[in-house]
T-cell receptor
Framework: GQQLNQSPQSMFIQEGEDVSMNCTSS?????WLWYKQDPGEGPVLLIA?????ELTSNGRLTAQFGITRKDSFLNISASIPSDVGIYFC?????????????FGTGTRLQVTL | KAGVTQTPRYLIKTRGQQVTLSCSPI?????VSWYQQTPGQGLQFLFE???????NKGNFPGRFSGRQFSNSRSEMNVSTLELGDSALYLC????????????FGQGTRLTVV
């Protein structure tokens, strides 16, 4: 099945550092969602983006909806140990039967103290 | 407000058996989608239900089926289980199909032996 290109695949960072990850697609999406998933749990919604160019923050997290509607990025500032997990982007077209979510391949974030 | 509830959390079945998984969406949400998550394929869309009707179906064999009840609760069924069906099955809840946000349950971990 289709997956969005998400990078980096994994990253080790030191506590306190800023993190940046992005997601790209060959197709246009109407909505971008960012999720965090802990081992054995379901994805938890972090940020939802609805308009091209939109920049949205949720605490230390900031995400942007690309102008072309084919990409999005997520930044985490001043990382802490509980940021460890896998981050997924997801695109949604919101058009009738095409309203399913298409997920990225995930970015595994590991934080060293 | 209670979140998305999936039951059971864990399941072990043998090849050839069938299995039924259950999902109760967030109260007031009428759209339920199902996803399969495996290490190799990531998160893949199975199907989406709204008002007891299947609106969208992913690229999975006919052994995978689902339904939605009048109270929006949904079940998915997998018949003639194969080893490759071992996965985390996730249910997502949205107020409407085209709604931008989707909230996931904790998932059902299915192991086929």
């Amino acid at each position: 099945g289709q997956q969005l290109n998400q990078s980096p695949q994994s990253m080790f960072i030191q506590e306190g550092e800023d993190v940046s990850m992005n997601c790209t697609s060959s197709s246009i999406f109407n909505t971008w969602l960012w999720y965090k998933q802990d081992p054995g749990e379901g994805p938890v919604l972090l940020i939802a983006l609805y308009k091209a160019g939109e920049l949205t923050s949720n605490g230390r997290l900031t995400a942007q909806f690309g102008i072309t509607r084919k990409d999005s990025f997520l930044n985490i500032s001043a990382s802490i140990p509980s940021d460890v997990g896998i981050y997924f982007c997801a695109g949604r077209r919101n058009t009738g039967t095409a309203s399913k979510l298409t997920f990225g391949t995930g970015t595994r974030l590991q934080v060293t103290l | 407000k209670a979140g998305v509830t999936q039951t059971p959390r864990y399941l072990i079945k043998t090849r050839g058996q069938q299995v039924t998984l259950s999902c109760s969406p967030i109260s007031g949400h009428r759209s339920v989608s199902w996803y399969q998550q495996t290490p190799g394929q990531g998160l893949q869309f199975l199907f989406e239900y709204f008002s007891e009707t299947q609106r969208n179906k992913g690229n999975f064999p006919g052994r995978f089926s689902g339904r939605q009840f009048s109270n929006s609760r949904s079940e998915m069924n997998v018949s003639t289980l194969e080893l490759g069906d071992s996965a985390l099955y996730l249910c997502a809840s949205s107020p409407y199909p085209e709604n931008t946000e989707a909230f996931f349950g904790q998932g059902t971990r299915l192991t086929v032996v």
